[in-house]
């Protein structure tokens, strides 16, 4: 009788955590909320991080502005963006300590962390974590409205990739300030082995708005459906373009701001989405539009700058080997990533590359139920859930 009611107890309790907070959910990068942001103080005091060593600049760097706040306009500076979110947090993480850790003069290096309004840790906290994380990083956080781009997202082959952040480095020409007139895109699943200074020496030639590594070996029509190659109009997309259309990955990129402004290119990336609405052009996220707007005409990067798909598929997420050559950013993307495969206890032989990097020590979903007053509850509910 006891252990019955014991159940019974647990079966109520476990009731009324779905009922009491319904926005507790355990899908990959959540879409925007019907209801408010739940207790995202709470978040933060559970997600603990490590702080990182300081790293300092070496003696041969350029000297930045004497003022002890940098400011982002100094011309001496790198700059890199990246989205900040509650979900990959812990891979951004990663990735900022690989980038400081190996920079030859990590003070020069200035982050532009994009945050969505809606995301389950606010911008101010998600702030607060970065500077508590990284005392001496050169950062800003900006709000990115996901109403701006809501409308205009189609479903895709994984839930994932329809989260309204991923389309954000659509819009970065208007969220940076203006003097920032280069920056480093990067995704928040890699780490970076080199130093970032020589990505972001990368000269990007002629009317070139984009650099990174392209992948001509890789079956560019599969990116497209048939569709789109059936129809005159939209396939001659690519013949008046510099040279033969090539995949490139989104997750690393060089761009020229000013060009990138001036070219108007938010809207005619938009133009796509709008298209893809009516006519489905494409069954992947925010890749595509890239694709169509700018393949064929990218300064092409050392492959070296994006080992990509270390995540495996995008429905298996299984392990995957290097390509050939030198490496110098690791790049998981794809359905895997390291820290839920390590987490897991089912970690692919390249994840252990992404372990020193990692500062997360501590924060599980577990501790939430803890933290709210459920400890007597016992392992028992906690493996129901």
Known sequence: MAATSDKQSAAI???????SFPLLCFSIRPL???????????????????????YRNGEDCPSTSASSTINQCDPSLVHVAMTLDYEYLRGSVAAVHSVIKHATCPENVFFHFIA?????????????????????????VYIFREDTVINLISSSVRHALENPLNYARNYIGDILDACVTRVIYLDSDLIVVDDIHKLWNTKLTGSHVIGAPEYCHANFTSYFTGSFWSDPVLRSTFTTRPKPPCYFNTGVMLMDLPLFRLQNRRYKIEKWMEIQKKTRIYELGSLPPFLLEFAGNVEGIDHRWNQHGLGGDNVRGSCRELHPGPVSLLHWSGKGKPWVRIDEGRACPLDHLWV???????????DYYRGLGFVGVGSSLISWL
């Open 32 to 54: 925007l909320p019907t209801q408010p942001r739940v207790k995202s103080e709470f978040h933060h005091q559970l997600l603990r991080f490590s702080e990182a060593p300081g």
């Open 356 to 366: 020193p990097y990692d500062l997360y020590n501590g924060g599980k979903l577990t």
């Open 116 to 140: 969505a309004e809606f995301d389950s840790l606010s911008p101010r906290v998600l702030s607060q974590l970065v500077r508590s994380t990284f005392p001496s990083l050169n950062f800003k």
């Open 13 to 19: 309790i476990l009731l009324f955590l779905f009922i």
